[in-house]
C-alpha cells in the first residue's frame, strides 16, 4: 500500500489538475467547433436568403419592362406624316358634245386621262387617335378614307380626239367638268373605297410594328 506522504499528495494534486485542464480544453475546442459550425450555417442561410431575393427582385424588372408606352413626340412624328396614299386608280374618259347650226352642226370630242388617288390625311386624326390600351396594346383610330388630291385629270395628256367647227373655252370646261364627275363616280366606289380601308389597316400596322410595338390594333373612320 503506497504510503501517503506531503509529496504524492502534491503530485496527485498535480496530475488530477492536468486532467481537468485536459477535459477544460477539450471542452473548448468543441464548444470552438459548434461555434463555427453555427457561423457558417447562419452564413449559408444568409446567403441562400439573398440569392433568393435577388432572383425575385430580377423577376419583377423583366415585368415592368413588358409596359409600353408612346410619346407625344412620337405621335407628332406620325401625324406630320399627312396625306398617306392605299389605292391609286388610272383612268380615262371619252367625252363628246354636239352644237347644232343651220348650215351644219359642230361637234368635240376629247379623251381625258386622270389617276384618283384614295388615302387618309393624318392632320385630320381626332384628338387621342392613337393611345395605350391595358399597358400592352397600341390602338390607333385613322381618319376616313378620302381623294388625297383633287385636281386629278391630267390636262396635259388630255387631247381632243375630233374636233369640228369652233369650239369656246366655256364650252372646253363644261366638257372638263362632265369627265371630272364621271372619273369620280368610277373610282369613288363602295369596293374601291373598302380595298382602301383594308390596305390602310394592313400598312399602318406594319408600320407601327417596324416602330417596335407587337400588339396593334386600327381601325378606320367611316366615311
Known amino acids: 500500500m503506497e504510503k ?4 504524492n499528495i502534491i503530485i496527485k494534486n498535480q496530475k488530477k489538475g492536468e486532467k481537468t485542464e485536459k477535459k477544460g480544453l477539450f471542452k473548448r475546442i468543441l464548444s470552438f467547433r459548434k461555434s463555427r459550425m453555427l457561423t457558417l450555417f447562419i452564413l449559408a442561410c444568409l ?3 439573398l440569392f433568393l431575393w435577388l432572383n425575385s427582385s430580377n423577376e419583377i424588372s423583366i ?3 413588358q409596359r409600353i408606352d408612346i410619346t ?3 405621335i407628332r412624328q406620325i401625324q406630320d406624316i399627312g396625306q398617306w396614299e392605299f389605292l391609286s386608280i388610272n383612268n380615262e374618259e371619252l367625252i363628246d358634245t354636239i352644237s347644232r347650226g343651220f348650215f351644219s352642226d359642230a361637234e368635240l370630242v376629247r379623251i381625258y386621262y386622270g389617276t384618283v388617288r384614295l388615302g387618309i390625311n393624318l392632320h385630320k386624326a381626332k384628338p387621342h387617335w392613337i393611345r395605350v390600351e391595358n399597358d ?3 390602338v390607333a383610330k385613322l381618319p376616313p ?8 385629270i391630267d390636262e396635259a395628256k388630255s387631247r381632243s380626239f375630233f374636233e369640228k367647227g369652233n369650239w369656246s373655252a366655256a364650252d372646253r370646261e363644261q366638257l372638263y367638268n362632265r369627265a371630272y364627275k364621271k372619273m369620280l363616280a368610277r373610282c369613288m366606289t363602295a369596293a374601291n373605297i373598302k380595298t382602301a380601308e383594308e390596305n390602310a389597316r394592313q400598312q399602318f400596322t406594319q408600320f407601327l410594328k417596324a416602330m417596335g410595338y407587337k400588339n396593334v390594333e386600327v381601325t378606320i373612320t367611316p366615311r
Open 4 to 7: 501517503e506522504t506531503p509529496e
Open 47 to 49: 446567403g441562400t436568403g
Open 63 to 65: 415585368e415592368a419592362d
Open 72 to 74: 407625344p413626340t412620337q
Open 136 to 138: 400592352s396594346v397600341i
Open 145 to 152: 378614307i378620302e381623294l388625297l388630291d383633287t385636281n386629278f
